[in-house]
């Protein structure tokens, strides 16, 4: 059996093959994998000459035939080279970048003889797996273990590989052929991972052991096939007065091959459970350094030992629950569902551990490029940070793919409801908060909303100098980020638990205050410390959702008054804690719509639903606009100038037939007296070319004040056409302010006032003069 390219190049370069497909095996084929109706796309990974790539290349298939044989492929050009539909191409499945394969996916991924000499064979099905389109198909062909020689059995697979292949997918087919076994695979190639106990129980009172985490260049961990029938990290009881780490390296070395001193090995936590009724205590220890090569010295023991990436740690199947809780403690989030366990965390000073793939690279600079040429990242430091900071190790749940989407937000936690409570937002909208900070080389910065990863960039663009503090309400958020920053940190971020509303620790705030605050989840309020721990003249950042629509906000700090530099159209998990915030919504039509008014009860909610089920009247705002227009100032225009103003949703899922809004939107409204009115927007210019067509700002009204409601935001959307509406950039947006919330009414400057528990917002608009003015709040409008 060849183990290394080498031999391979050799065996191809001296004019010989593999066994050819058979008359019986094209067969099978074309009755097992034909071509998708007008064509489909075929990976051939392994194709030596290319017998299987002309053949599905015949039924319909156009085929990427992938060797990391030079000498195979120079072979398949020159005998099939004029072949249409074939490209051929050189790469190593187990150790390049598969930069050349198509991101659009495969319809069909086909395994001819190859399956058995992948060392890391979970590994790589699980990511060609990942590769198929809806509906495709893995085909594996291999020789079976009973149809060899023994010394050839390295080229085959017995019947519990097969089985562990087939696990996992939704459908599963095999006929064997000739000593071969043909098996299509169908469905989610992802089995959760289950923790499971040993079938026997340990011998003595209780036990002590310790795991050892180990990982190789590229960020994977290494995670071996017990005979007992599940996967397992190296590791095993400690001997006498054994410390952990010393029984960590041990194991590790009698069990793999791999030599690592005690001083790079770091106990991260101690997990404290039971075996079937015996006391356990498994310490988690992270190997962060070693040398040697992985072999097998225990084949009695394990069926071997592969490298496996993060982000399949939730989808292996069995693994021994030591083994499990011992990677989720180490990357909190990869492995949910598990047991109860007590997790004693140690806090030690472990370096940080190298290590990542070559696509990892190359999807970080696609990604910095793309924020870049988008505006976003507008200086060199902020762009080197995008490039130099691992974001896929802050989601390591994540695909590689997902993890470097420019316009994803990442979420990483869930509330019991399914709501996200905490994620790693889209990379361009990171870019341009920090931007807004305008850090300077050094500087001190305190980001409310951990994860880390933000907490890293910040930490990047402030140098080595600077230092970031990264607070957060939820403990688990606060492990994940101190794990990952551990791992991947630069050592200059302190992650603290606690509500952001309440500040941070004394003796973390710099003296003058932090130069910048950066709030990384929405807020409907600005919180008093947030303004007090900020020193004069620098920025706050921060998601600032009013009354019910949300913009990232650079305001800047000149005595008690925060004044806004810049906005951002954004969305944001929402805030916990003292800044939560619950709409006051009234269900109408049996919750087919929902009214959201921020300031207090709905005027008579009754009325209004008694009110949806009469006429609707419909005035004209004589406002139109073309298709992909930016008019987001409208919404907020609106909410910030007009006494009741209120927002109309139709939840998803719920359709009313009453108004025209879309399942899952909603629109801004009024609500008074029983009446409501809504603004919508109707197509006035039909066309087959999306920028020719145009649309028209209406407003629908219900009840006896209906028509009033009505003209009163048709009103104000001639006044925002007239006196604000622009281009979508900083001139759509009000000169906003923010005062202590005890701020009387003389001292504020002219301009709509937005009064909230912690501060008041006044918002100048261009076109309101002192007259029109006042304050909105409690569905009320008292003019100053």
């Known amino acids: 059996m060849y183990v290394v390219r080498s031999e391979w190049e050799d065996h191809y370069a001296e004019g010989r093959g593999f066994q050819p497909l058979s008359a019986a095996e094209r067969e099978l084929l074309a009755r097992r994998v034909p071509a998708p109706e007008g064509g489909g796309r075929a990976l051939d990974a392994g194709c030596g000459r290319g017998g299987l790539s002309l053949f599905l290349a015949s039924v319909g298939y156009e085929v ?46 086909a395994l001819r003889l190859v399956v058995p000499f992948f060392r890391d064979r979970a590994r790589i099905l699980h990511a060609l797996g990942e590769r198929l389109r809806p509906g495709g198909q893995l085909l594996i062909v291999t020789p079976t273990a009973g149809s060899v020689p023994a010394e050839k059995r390295g080229i085959a697979l017995d019947e519990d590989e097969i089985s562990l292949i087939a696990s996992g997918w939704e459908r599963c087919a095999r006929e064997d052929l000739d000593g071969l076994a043909v098996l299509t695979l169908r469905g989610p190639c992802h089995g959760a991972t289950r923790a499971v106990e040993r079938r026997l129980p340990p011998a003595g009172p209780a036990m002590s052991a310790a795991c050892a985490v180990v990982t190789d260049a590229a960020g994977r961990v290494l995670l071996g096939s017990s005979r007992r029938g599940h996967l397992e990290l190296p590791g095993g009881k400690t001997d006498g007065a054994e410390s952990f780490e010393a029984a960590a390296v041990r194991e590790l070395c009698e069990e793999t091959g791999i030599v690592a001193g005690v001083e790079d090995a770091h106990v991260v936590a101690v997990l404290a459970d039971d075996s079937r009724g015996v006391p356990r205590l498994t310490a988690v220890v992270r190997i962060t350094a070693w040398s040697g090569e992985l072999t097998h010295p225990e084949p009695e023991k394990f069926a071997d030992w592969q490298w496996y990436d993060p982000h399949m740690l939730s989808c292996l199947g069995d693994v021994f629950a030591p083994t499990a809780h011992a990677l989720a403690t180490v990357w909190p989030g990869t492995v949910p569902g598990l047991p109860p366990v007590h997790r004693y965390l140690v806090e030690n000073a472990q370096p940080p551990v190298a290590g990542e793939p070559a696509e990892a690279v190359r999807r970080r600079r696609h990604m910095a490029g793309k924020v870049t040429d988008g505006g976003w990242a507008r200086s060199a430091r902020v762009r080197e940070a995008l490039c130099t900071v691992p974001r896929h190790r802050f989601a390591p749940e994540t695909s590689l793919q997902a993890a470097y989407d420019d316009d994803l937000a990442l979420v990483t936690r869930r509330d019991g409801t399914g709501r996200a409570t905490s994620s790693v937002s889209a990379a361009w909208l990171q870019a341009d908060m920090i931007e807004g900070l305008e850090l300077a080389p050094g500087a001190c910065v305190w980001e409310a909303g951990s994860g880390g990863y933000n907490a890293e960039l910040l930490a990047h663009v402030s140098g080595p100098g600077g230092r970031i503090v990264s607070s957060d309400i939820d403990g688990e958020v606060v492990h994940r980020a101190r794990r990952f920053l551990a791992e991947a940190g630069s050592g200059r971020v302190t992650v603290v638990h606690g509500d952001a509303a309440d500040g941070v620790p004394a003796h973390l705030v710099p003296r003058g205050g932090f130069d910048a605050v950066m709030i990384t989840y929405g807020c409907r309020d600005v919180a008093p410390a947030w303004r ?52 006051l919504d009234v269900d109408l039509l049996d919750g087919a719509l929902r009214l959201t008014c921020e300031d207090g009860p709905v005027d008579g909610a009754d009325a209004i639903e008694e009110a949806l089920r009469g006429p609707r009247s419909e005035t004209a705002t004589g406002v139109s606009m073309g298709h992909s227009v930016y008019f987001g100032s409208l919404h907020l225009y609106a909410a910030t100038t007009l006494p009741g103003f209120c927002r109309l949703a139709v939840p998803d899922g719920r359709e009313a037939s009453c108004v025209a809004i879309t399942s899952g939107a909603e629109a801004p409204a009024l609500a008074a007296g029983g009446s409501l009115a809504y603004l919508t927007h109707v197509r006035t210019r039909q066309s087959e070319i999306p920028e020719e067509r145009r649309y028209e700002w209406f407003v629908h009204a219900f009840g006896d004040q209906g028509e009033a409601l009505a003209e009163r935001l048709a009103e104000t959307v001639r006044s925002w056409d007239r006196y604000v509406r622009g281009d979508g950039g900083a001139s759509e947006y009000p000169s906003l302010t923010v005062h202590p919330a005890d701020t009387p009414d003389e001292l504020l400057p002219d301009g709509d006032v937005v009064s909230l528990p912690h501060c008041r917002l006044v918002a100048r608009w261009p076109g309101r003069v002192p007259a029109e003015v006042g304050e909105v709040t409690g569905g009320s409008s008292a003019s100053r």
Do not use: M, N, S
């Open 532 to 583: 007090e721990l900020l020193a004069d003249g620098g920025r706050l950042v921060l998601p600032l959702d009013i009354r019910g629509y949300t913009r990232a906000i650079t305001l800047q700090r000149d005595g008690d008054v925060l004044t806004a530099r810049k906005f951002t159209h954004c969305g944001f998990v929402a805030a916990q804690g003292t800044l939560a915030h619950t709409g």
């Open 64 to 109: 990427d035939a992938v060797d990391f044989a030079g000498t195979a492929l120079t072979r398949a050009r020159d005998e099939h080279g004029d072949v249409p539909g074939v490209r051929w191409l050189g790469l190593d499945l187990e150790r390049d970048d598969w930069a050349e394969l198509r991101e659009t996916g495969y319809d069909l991924v």
